[in-house]
Each structure stands twice: as C-alpha cells, then as structure tokens.
C-alpha cells in the first residue's frame, strides 16, 4: 500500500485490516503529504489564523487571571513583608568560584514557617547554589534576580553517575531543589536557571547532551528535575516564577491535602501552581556558542503532577509553558485525582500529556481500590506551535496537542477527563489518544481508557507545515476507548484521512464536530444538531520567547 | 485473501462444517491451503477451539478458533505487500488449536524468528502489537528491525522472569535482579516506571547463586549503545570468570573497554568461544564507576 505520492502509506486501512498509528509514523505520513498536496480533493480552502495578542501578557498581572473562575481557589500571595531573612546577591551571573548553597540553605532551614528572600544588590543579582530543600518555607526569587543551579554534577550526586555520559541510570542525581512537608512555596518574579544547555564542570558537555546521548536507546537519564516534591509533601505551591533551562524534569509534584487522601474538598489544597512561566531553552545559544532548541531539551517536562507519588485536588492555573518535552505530563504510576487545569498558554512541547504510566493503584485508609488518573478537568488551554522559532531539529512531537497515551508496559484507568474551551494552532497531532505509546514494550498492565470528554475546541492553521491528525484509539476488543464525547470539536483544514479510530465508542454533538471518525470496532453515535453551535473563537498570546536569529524559521 | 474469508464465513453457516470444510478448502480456498502440502498438514475453524478472553466472546474480540494437522499454522501463509506484513494472529492454545485473528492484520508469522522454546514470531508494522490485535496472545519486548517490529509470542501468558532487587547489595549505579536459575534479566522485566526501548539492553555479569539455589543473582547495567563497528556481546561463559564479573566475547580486534566504557579488563583476551558458539576472543571485566 502506497501513498499517492510514492511515500509508504500507513493510514488507511485496508478492509478487515487496521493500523495503529505511532505519533512519530504519523508525522512522517503526513509531512509527506503536506509536502505532495492534499489527500482529499475537496477539501476548501485552507483558512489561515496567525494573530497574537500581545496585549495578553505573560504572566498576567496579579489578580487578573483566574478572577472570578468559581472552580479555582484565591490566587497565592507573596509573604507579607519583612520576611524572615532577605539575602543579598553577590554576583553579576552565573560564576561558580564560590556557591550561595549554604548561605540560603542556613536561611531556609532558619526560616521554617516563614520565607526567605532573595533579592538583588544594585548590579549583583544572581545566586549559584547546588541542592537545596524548601522544606515548610517559602524561597522568594524577587523581580530581577535569577537563581542559577551549578553546574557541577558533584554537588547533585547520589550514585557516582550523576553527569556521566552514556550511563542510562534514572537516580543518578539529587533534585537542584526538593520540597518537603506542609505548604512548601517558591515564588517570585525571579528566574530559577537549570543551566541545562551548558557545559558541566570537568566535562565538554551539557546535561542535554549527556540526555541527548542515551536518545538512541531511550535511557533513562539521571539529569537532576529542577523541582521535585517529596512523598511527604502537601500545599506545595509554585507562583510566579520563571523557570529555565531544567536538566530534566521542571517540577515533579506528589502532594496530597493536608487532611487525607481520600477526599478534595477545595482545589489547591493538595498543590497549587499559579503564574509560572516555563520558558527552556530560554537562549539561541549557549556560552560556547552551540544552538539550543525544543527538542535537544530531551525529557525537559515543565510540570509533571504524579511522577513520584499519588497527587490529588490540585490546581495548575494560568501558567505559560513552552518546553523541549511534555508541557504537562500527568503521571498515573501511583494514582491522581481531582486536578484542575485552567487558563494557560502553551507554546512549543509534547502536549498537554497524560501517561505514559497510568498503571497505579492506592488503597486509600477508607479501604477504597484507586486507580490511574481520573476526575481531571482542563480548561481555557492556548496551545501553539508557531510561539517560537524552533530550529532545524524540530520534529513532529514538539508540536503535539492533547495527549493520552499508555501501552501494556504501564497502562491502567484513565476516566472522567474533561477537555473544555480549547484552541490550539499548528499542531502535528491535535488530539492524540494512544494506546501503543511504544509498541515494542511488553507487559500485562493494559491501558483502561475510559470516559474522556472533548467540548468547544477548535485548532486553526498557521503556517500549516504539516495537517493536524486525530487519533482516537482503544486497547483491544476487551478494553476499548469511550465513552469519548467529542461536542463542537473542530478542526480546521483537516483531510478525510487525518482523523483514525479503532476499538472506541464515541459520541458526536450535540454540537458540531468537524471529522467523522471511523475504523475498526468503532462504535459512533450521532447526536450533532446542525447549526446548534459556532466555532470557539481563539485568541492566542504572544508567548515568551528567545531572540530569534535572523533566517530562522519553524 | 478475501476468498480465503469468504470461505471461512460461508463454513460457519453449516453445522457439519467439521467434516466439509476440508472439502470447501480444497475447491474454493486455495489461498488457504496453498502454503501447506500433505506432509505439512492443514487448518479448519473449529468451533471446538474455545477462544473466549475474559469472559467476551470469540466473535465479540474477532477470533476463530482453528484446529490443524501436521504442522501447519493458521498464520503461516502471511505475505508483505510493499513491505507491509499482511497475515493472521493466533494465539496456540494449551488444549491445541488456535485462536486467530478473524480479520488480516499487519503483522506475518515469522518462522525464522529468533524466538525461546514454546514461543513464536511475528513481524508487526508501525505501531502494530500482537495483544492488541488478538487479545488471547502475549508477547515479549518487540525489537526493531527497519520498518517493523520483531516479536515472540505465545498463547500462553508469559511468567514472570526477573525481578528487580535493592537487597542484592550491587554497586552503586548498577541495579540487583533476582532470577530463576537459567533466565536473565530483560528489559521487558523492568518496573513499569523504568524508561526501555528498542536498542534498550542490560549487560549483565555471570551470574551469582543465590540462598536459594533455585535462584540466581546479577547486578546488571544499562550499557550505552555499541559503537558501530563494535563486535564485543556479553558471554556468560567465559572460562574462569568468576560470579559478579562480566564475561565478553569480542569477535573482532576491538576490545570490551572499546565498546562499554565502564568495563574495565585487567587481562589480555584469550582465544575462546562465545555463548553464541562462535570462536571469539574472550575477556572476564569488572564493572567500574569512574
């Protein structure tokens, strides 16, 4: 079976014949026909969408964002002042001749209870610290300060391969700052600098390229998560601060509220993360002048609830994300439930992602069996792929939308997920619902995924480099998709061969949906009223983003 | 194909299909049998072959149970169509017999597959995994060849190997595995939150006895990728190497320092014979962290 343009066509399926379609397959496909022309004759005109508004900054000014959202908590506040200490800066930028670590670990362990403020002294306002822990305290990065991680892989080691190359060793390294215990906050209008993209101490390479090697083989790199919660901890909060350059991981949260598991009684009280910006790789260029981009910031996921623990009744409001991996990844290896994910932008990355594990389970003190990842409600989400420049090595995963994906190595529950008042711009895959994230891997722990809801969503065209694909798939004949609702879902510009389906029962409408899908043991009910609905305008932010150099494009 | 189909669906509205298939077959589904001689044998659904999965019904997951003569296999008469595997996916049964797929998938039998005793292969393309295509089939970790994937699969639920183990007291950076004795660990034994791939492999040293002599130990490592060119494997066997240390075999002139940096061999190679059975020059390594 060929394309029509003599590329190997994978996604039509012949009869009684079906065909799981990786996300990297996908692309390849459909860049190849973006490139021949179209694979529907009568599809109209493309209609383009390329307006930013600048005019909605990032983050949005206090008080703004979120006001009025009767979903959402208060928005955090900074500590009232004084603090219980202010440290000044000493340095210009990132030299490590001498470290701050002990100088602001002292303080923060002093300071339990209250914040400590870092702040700039004329010139001087930078700090180079190794791990820290932010344990029931507040780390207050001020406006104009910047708090740069060393680049000294000793400072973070835990088994002796922590920055050696070629070593695919997930603990290789300690966090650059781990929080613990109740209601542990780092805020600010300050920068937290990972120095991913620069050349460790004692060696020639990056974090990123010491990452970058194990691609082949897919390891597991050690890299150390530039925030990274305890098991223990509960309240965290994150507000305000601008986070660049982590070696791995931005922030991995496991938070629970403060009176149990079993129960969300306000959101936020488990985790709050409010007005971050992400922003990696935040520079063209590092100091020894190799390119940095999207996806040489391998396993760079800007806020990945679950990844080390259960994490429930948390909010994730009004943050901008633009990375070189998932932009959030909601992690199920343990069990999360009860998030809300409201108001944000995204730029650049691998989507507003769930998985790949959702195997877990918990046995809450109730006696109650949970699983997975459920009662998760995402909402007013921007995603765009044209934020910024991506550089040559981009590829189809760096501009991926919505995201479910598992495979039998570490599939469990997904369920009573609500996708609702979305736009997103230039996507390669619009909505991604995978069950064979990689295929290769083996197991018996099946992905589940269940009742997933998408309303007034609508993905526009830009610059329109690849179509956007839909892909809506099911385990097997015994753990099928759906219920899938799909409610005035559309997306623009899409060819007849761009949506694929198998083992799901879904239901359209009642307002419009723009694609019908269809394919092996799917199951489609009807409900679209004509006319009961309009496409959900969109307005997209002008994003953060480096200084382009001249001549490059997407 | 589509005769072959037509054929099966028409036997299943005649309740002596048994006795008249073979009949059936030989007139009208010549793609069905074509693949088989007399000495080979041959296939029939057979209602008899009970392929329900967790309580759905064979007809509910897409399956027909078969029964076969000789040595034939449902599966074996898959074809590549432009490169893409085009077949059926059975899974054999304990009782004999065997549960395929209804509808032809992208994946072919592969005869020749490098599979364990009790297992067999299948190609897939894409995306495409034998379980979920035929929910009565377990396979192992695929490995990737060009555009497909390689898989050994059985009818019958694979066991579990090794398991991962912090008790084992292995160097720091290199993981503990507990095995019954005679297995290694894979990387499809790895925990569910532990990244793997294709090229994923572990190197692991000549296995050590453990308390209960049913089991044996390794700490094994995540090598990175041979570089290309490299020709050294891991060897368990290698003569006087003692439990904990890393028997390899090298069949060219590079050496095991050349191809896994964190090796270290303190003895020149001495002519040998790999685990494959190969003459190679062998080396007996430790593991070093820096």
């Not at chain 1, 959101?267 to 063209?284: C, E, N, Q, R």
């Not at chain 1, 083992?503 to 409900?527: C, K, M, Q, R, W």
Request: one cysteine or more; hydrophobic letters at 30%.
């Amino acid at each position: 079976m060929k394309h029509p343009c003599g590329l190997p066509f994978f996604r039509k399926a012949p009869s009684f014949s079906r065909t799981r379609l990786p996300s990297w397959l996908g692309a390849v496909s459909l860049l190849g026909m973006a490139a021949c022309g179209s694979n529907d004759e009568e599809a109209p005109p493309i209609e383009y969408m390329c307006d930013t508004d600048s005019t909605l900054a990032s983050p949005a000014p206090v008080g703004v964002c979120g006001a009025g959202d009767p979903k959402l908590p208060p928005e955090p506040k900074f500590p009232a002042e004084p603090v219980c200490q202010e440290i000044k800066a000493t340095k210009t930028g990132p030299a490590e001749d001498t470290l701050d670590t002990n100088l602001i670990q002292t303080a923060l362990t002093q300071c339990k209870g209250g914040a400590v403020k870092l702040v700039a002294d004329g010139e001087r306002n930078s700090f180079v610290t190794g791990h820290l822990t932010v344990s029931n305290v507040t780390l207050w990065v001020d406006a104009g300060v910047t708090l740069y991680a060393s680049r000294d892989p000793e400072q973070y080691q835990k088994t002796g391969n922590c920055g050696r190359i070629g070593i695919s060793d997930s603990g290789a390294c300690t966090d650059f700052i781990t929080m613990d215990g109740v209601s542990p906050a780092i805020m600010g209008d300050g920068v937290i600098d990972g120095q991913g993209g620069e050349p460790l101490i004692g060696h020639d390479y990056s974090w990123w390229q010491a990452s970058y090697a194990l691609r082949a083989i897919d390891g597991s790199i050690g890299n150390p998560p530039l925030i990274n919660t305890t098991t223990k901890t509960n309240g965290m909060v994150l507000y305000r601060i601008t986070l660049h350059n982590s070696p791995k991981f931005h922030v991995k949260i496991a938070s629970t509220p403060s009176y149990g598991p079993t129960a969300c009684t306000t959101a936020g009280d488990g985790f709050t993360v409010w007005g971050i910006t992400i922003l990696t790789p935040s520079k063209w260029k590092n100091s020894k002048g190799e390119v940095l981009t999207p996806s040489f910031a391998r396993n760079t996921d800007g806020v990945d609830p679950g990844e080390g623990s259960i994490a429930q009744c948390g909010v994730i409001a009004c943050n901008t994300i633009s990375t070189g991996d998932d932009h959030i990844a909601v992690k199920g290896g343990h069990w999360v439930s009860n998030l809300i994910i409201a108001h944000n932008h995204f730029g650049t990355g691998h989507g507003m992602s769930i998985g790949s594990e959702t195997f877990g389970s918990y046995t809450s003190p109730d006696g109650v069996l949970h699983r997975g990842i459920e009662n998760m409600d995402v909402y007013d989400l921007t995603i765009d792929a044209d934020s910024r420049p991506v550089g040559y090595d981009a590829q189809a995963s760096d501009f991926n939308g919505i995201r479910v994906k598992s495979d039998e190595s570490r599939g469990g529950l997904v369920n009573n997920i609500t996708y609702t008042d979305i736009c997103m711009r230039d996507m390669t895959n619009a909505i991604l619902v995978s069950t064979a994230y990689n295929p290769m891997f083996a197991g018996t722990l099946f992905p589940d995924f269940r009742a997933l809801t998408f309303r007034n969503l609508h993905h526009v065209t830009c610059k329109g480099l690849s179509r956007p694909v839909v892909t809506l798939e099911g385990f097997n004949s015994t753990l099928p998709l759906g219920p899938v609702t799909l409610d005035n879902v559309v997306i623009d510009n899409m060819g007849k061969l761009d949506v694929a389906a198998e083992y799901a029962n879904i239901e359209l409408g009642p307002g419009d949906v723009s694609f019908y899908p269809s394919g092996f043991d799917v199951t489609v009910t009807d409900n679209r009223v004509p006319g009961s609905s309009a496409k959900r305008t969109c307005v997209f932010p002008t994003l953060p983003t480096p200084e382009v150099p001249p001549g490059w494009l997407r | 194909m589509n005769g072959f189909r037509k054929a099966m669906r028409t036997m299943h509205s005649f309740s002596l299909h048994r006795l008249l298939a073979p009949l059936l077959l030989a007139g009208s589904t010549a793609a069905c049998t074509t693949h088989t001689t007399e000495s080979q044998g041959t296939c029939v659904p057979d209602p008899a072959v009970s392929c329900t999965v967790n309580g759905f019904s064979a007809e509910a997951v897409h399956l027909t149970g078969y029964s076969c003569t000789g040595a034939a296999r449902p599966d074996d008469n898959s074809t590549y169509i432009d490169g893409v595997p085009q077949g059926l996916v059975c899974a054999d049964q304990a009782g004999g017999g065997y549960c395929c797929t209804n509808f032809t998938t992208q994946c072919s039998y592969n005869p020749v597959g490098i599979c364990d005793p009790g297992t067999y292969g299948y190609q897939c393309l894409g995306a495409n995994r034998p379980e979920a295509l035929n929910p009565a089939i377990s396979c192992n970790q695929g490995v990737r060849e060009d555009n497909v994937i390689n898989f050994c699969c059985s009818g019958t639920e694979r066991a579990a190997n090794c398991t991962q183990s912090d008790a084992i007291g292995c160097a720091a950076g290199i993981t503990g595995w507990i095995c019954p004795t005679g297995t290694q660990p894979t990387a499809q034994d790895m925990g569910a939150n532990k990244s793997r791939a294709d090229l994923f492999y572990l190197l692991c040293p000549v296995p050590t006895v453990a308390a209960n002599p049913k089991y044996e130990t390794y700490c094994c490592y995540t090598a990175s990728l041979v570089p290309a060119g490299g020709t050294c494997l891991q060897d368990r066997n290698v003569p006087g190497c003692a439990p904990g240390r890393f028997g390899i075999a090298c069949y060219g002139t590079d050496t095991p320092e050349q191809n896994f940096a964190r090796l270290n061999c303190p003895d020149p190679g001495v002519p040998g014979i790999s685990e494959q059975g190969y003459p190679a020059t062998v080396y007996c390594c430790d593991y070093t962290s820096n």
